[in-house]
C-alpha cells in the first residue's frame, strides 16, 4: 500500500534494503563526486534518497529496519563533502533544525 512495508521485520528490512540503500548508492556516489559541492549538498537535502528516507521514517516503525536507517545515515555522511573533517560535536550540530543553527529545514 503506497509503498509502505508490510510484514515480519526481516521483510521490512529487507524491502528497505532494496528500496532504499541499494538506488542510493548509486546516486549518492556521483553526488559525492560532484564539483560543486553546495549544489551536491541541495541535490542531496532534495534528493530521492532523502525523501525516500523520510517516506519510511514516517510509514515504517524504526525498530524494524534500524540496521538500514544506521546504514543510509553513515552513506549520507559520506557523501556530504563541505571541505572538513566532522567532529562528533559537529555532526549533531548538522543535524541540528536550522532554528538551533543545523543544517536541516524544520519541518
Known sequence: MLGVSLGSSAFVADFVQAR????????????????????AMYLLRLSYGIVRANHFMRTTPLPLWANQASKFDARVRQTVILGCAFTQESMIKRVCPRLLAGLVSAG
Open 20 to 39: 532504499l540503500l541499494q538506488p542510493c548508492d548509486s546516486v549518492m556516489s556521483k553526488l559525492a563526486d560532484f564539483e560543486d559541492t553546495q549544489a
